[in-house]
Structure formats: C-alpha cells, structure tokens
C-alpha cells in the first residue's frame, strides 16, 4: 500500500457463540503474522474472546496479543481525530462501526478502504454480491462486501500459509497425537477407536446419534468439548457434563473434555477419524484437517440454513450414499415423510463404510479450495485495487447503503 507499514481496523461484534470472535481473532492474527499488517482489534465481549485465546486479559482496555492490538470496543460513542483512523476498515458481519469513528474516516487523507466481511455461503448468489460497493448517503466514502467463499469469485476461506505443514506434522507424529489426547484423560484404548470430535448446537438429535454409535459394530470414542451440547452429554453420562467425565455404554464411549485454545482445537480436529463441527470457522477448520466432517449448519429464520446447507452438499459432492442424507437428518432438513429419528444406525454403518472414500475425497477439496488463495491475501489484494481507484474501486455494480 505504501512504504510505511499499512494499519488495519477489524471490528468485530459478538453476536452470540464464538464464531464471530472465531474468524476475526484468526484473521487478525494472520494479517499481522504473515503480511506484517498493523492491526487493531476492536472486539465488544472479551470473555468470549478469552475462551479461545486465554492469554487474554479481560480487565484491559488495550493490549497486546500475539502481535495484534486489542481493544476493548465499549459503545458508540466517542469522537475520533483522522489520524486515529487505520488505511483499512473492516466490519465483520455489518456490525455498525461508532458514526465517530466514521465521521473521522471521512475527514482522513487519504480515505480508507472501508470493507464488510461477510458470512460464508456456498450459495451462488454470494458471487454476484462479491466486491459490491455501497455509497454512504452524507459522506464521501465507499464501504465494498467482501464475501468469503468457495469458488475463484469469491474471497476463499481463511488459512494460514504454515498449516499444511504443521498439521502434517503432527498427523504424522502418533507420539505428538497420543501425547495430545492424553492430556485430555483420552487412555489408549480409547484412542485407538474411531476417534469422533463434537461441536453442534443442542437442537441436533444427539441421543439417536449416541445410539447408533452404542450399538454400532466397531468401537467409537466421541470427545466433546465443556459447554457443547451439554444437556444430551449429560443424558448420556448421567452426570453433569464437566470436562474428565467419561462413560462408556455399548460401543460408545463420550469423555467431556476441556474447551480448548483456539489452535488446539485444530490440533483436535487433526488427531480426530471424524469431525462434526457447526457454524463457520470450525466448519472451515475441519475442510482443512484432511478428515471426514460433517456440518451443523447455525440455525436461521424459515430454515434458510437448510437451503445454505444443500448448497455446500451440493458443491462439495462427496462419495458415497451417506454424507448427504445423513448431513441432512442431522441438520433437521430431511424430507417431512421420513420421521426424524428413523434409520440412524443404518445410516451410520453406511457412513463408516463411506468413511475411507469420504476421507480421500476431503483431501481432495482441500487441494481444490488452495487453489482459491486464502481470504486474507485476497482481502489485501482487494484492499490494495480499491486504494488504486480513487473514485471507490473497481465497482461492479452500485448501491446506497442505509443511512
Ligand atoms: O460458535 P459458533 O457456533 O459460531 C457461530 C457461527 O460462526 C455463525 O455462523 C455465526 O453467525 C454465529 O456464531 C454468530 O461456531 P464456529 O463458527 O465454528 O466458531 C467456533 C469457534 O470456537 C472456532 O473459532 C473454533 C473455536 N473453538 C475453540 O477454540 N475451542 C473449542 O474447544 C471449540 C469447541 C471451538
């Protein structure tokens, strides 16, 4: 961007779970890390922040961490001098940034390249909306969409450049893996099961999937996180679901671990046969751990998820007859005519079965989705086209955002 090293601005909004905090902490990080990019975390809820990064400290205004500037974002308020403002301006999800730091976006010189990042969807229409821009109604600044996604008319997906070779390492270190499970309480037998990490909302049929796994014909070790789908874990254990609380019923056997740091969750997902994970970045994590996954789509209004998650089965084509009508049953999307929980065991034998076709085919993707480049090199690409035209970028279309 220039000779001086370029500042960035990523405010992020916790909505609700960790998702939000999930991809913006990981964004920021590589931005410093691997572009040497000044950041700035503004981040509303630090306790959500601090269970996936306990270097936190939840008390602090600002701080340091891992390279990035932390700031501890309070309200609205607050008036802002230009110079206070970064060359580049994220909002994560259209979280509404403070209109005085606004106001000083407008009154800085060069303006910043101001950008939304939104949600991933496999869905087509995101490719029309990518890189869009949207005029502000009073001042002269243009904010642009930047859409993540899975196809070269999108932004990608993030992942840092070291991961292929870290977690090859570790995949292919059984020492590194069993010293890791250990950790966790997870004994040697357990680890030598079809080892299946868990990450979902409560609403996923949970006891019929427990039961196919009891009654099912090879030995499974389901290790789940404290917090996640605590009520169902419970059921199972019979007692409530802190992390070390195992039991083992049929073929089954569940072991609540602790919630861990953002980076041992990827080593998790990597030590792991099967990954069910939710949402967005764990969704993205587990297409990077070259293991089968299966997806729990984070629940919208008139089950647009539904449509979100047909979509993604759609494009990611998978092998095998069970990854689709078994994503489906799990996500509460099958067809009305067959009852919810009919079939689980039959699906899951069909599954395992699927499993080593499944786990070529993950390998696969992952080469197919490298050939994207990653969301935050593509971001900076973008940044850098918009900051070349003045006039607000190369602009595909038009529109006015809301006052
Ligand atoms: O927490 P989520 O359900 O977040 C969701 C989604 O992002 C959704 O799209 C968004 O709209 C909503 O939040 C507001 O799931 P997600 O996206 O997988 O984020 C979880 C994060 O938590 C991810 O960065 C991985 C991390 N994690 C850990 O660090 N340790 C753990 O033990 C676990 C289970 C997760």
């Known amino acids: 961007m ?31 890390a691997e572009h040497g990019i000044d950041v700035t975390l503004w981040v509303d809820d630090l306790l959500s922040f601090a269970r996936l990064c306990p270097d936190l400290d939840c008390g602090a205004a600002l701080q340091q961490v891992g390279g990035v500037t932390v700031r501890h974002w309070r309200g609205q308020g607050g008036a802002f001098a230009p110079a206070e403002v970064a060359d580049i301006v994220i909002e994560f999800f259209a979280c509404d940034i403070p209109p005085g ?11 910043p390249v101001w950008l939304n990042l939104e949600g991933l969807s496999a869905e087509e229409w995101v490719e029309g909306c990518h890189g869009l821009p949207s005029m502000h ?36 270190d059984p020492a590194a893996m ?7 309480g997870v004994s040697a037998t357990e680890a030598a099961a079809t080892r299946v990490s868990l990450f979902c909302y409560p609403h996923a049929p949970l006891s019929a999937l427990f039961e196919a796994w009891e009654q099912g014909g090879a030995a499974t070790t389901c290790l789940v996180p404290h917090g ?39 080593r998790l997902l990597w030590a792991c046969d099967l990954n069910l994970v939710r949402g ?38 998978a092998p095998g007859a069970s990854l689709a009508p078994l994503s489906l049953r ?26 080593p076709d499944l786990a070529r085919h993950a390998a696969a993707w992952e080469q197919q989705m490298l050939a994207l480049g990653d969301l935050a090199g593509n971001l900076l690409k973008f940044a850098e ?14 529109g006015i955002m809301p006052g």
């Open 330 to 355: 799990w996500n509460g999307a099958a067809d009305h005519a067959a009852p919810e929980l009919a079939g689980w065991p039959a699906l899951w034998r069909q599954f395992q079965a699927d499993m």
């Open 385 to 398: 086209l918009l900051r070349q035209h003045k006039d607000g970028g190369p602009e595909k279309n038009s």
């Open 280 to 317: 967005e970045d764990s969704f993205v994590r587990a297409q990077w751990a070259g293991r089968p996954f299966i997806w729990h789509i984070y629940p919208q209004d008139e089950n647009l998820h539904h449509k979100k998650l047909r979509a993604f089965l759609q494009r990611y084509a």
């Open 178 to 184: 069993a010293a890791f499970l250990a950790q966790y």
């Open 101 to 111: 730091y606004i106001e000083a976006m407008a009154a800085r010189t060069p303006r």
């Open 2 to 32: 220039s000779d001086n090293t370029v500042s960035l601005a990523l405010f992020c909004k916790v909505v609700d779970n960790f998702g939000d905090i999930g991809i913006c902490w990981r964004l920021a990080r590589q931005l410093h």
């Open 228 to 266: 996640v789908a605590a009520d169902a874990a419970g059921a199972f254990l019979g007692a409530p679901a802190l992390a070390g609380a195992v039991r083992t019923r049929g073929m089954l056997t569940l072991r609540v671990i602790p919630f861990v740091a953002q980076p041992d969750y990827d």
């Open 137 to 172: 109604p009073r001042l002269p600044l243009t904010k642009h969409f930047f859409f993540p996604g899975f196809t070269t008319k999108t932004g990608g997906l993030l992942r840092e450049s070291t991961l292929d070779q870290q977690r090859a390492q570790f995949q292919a």
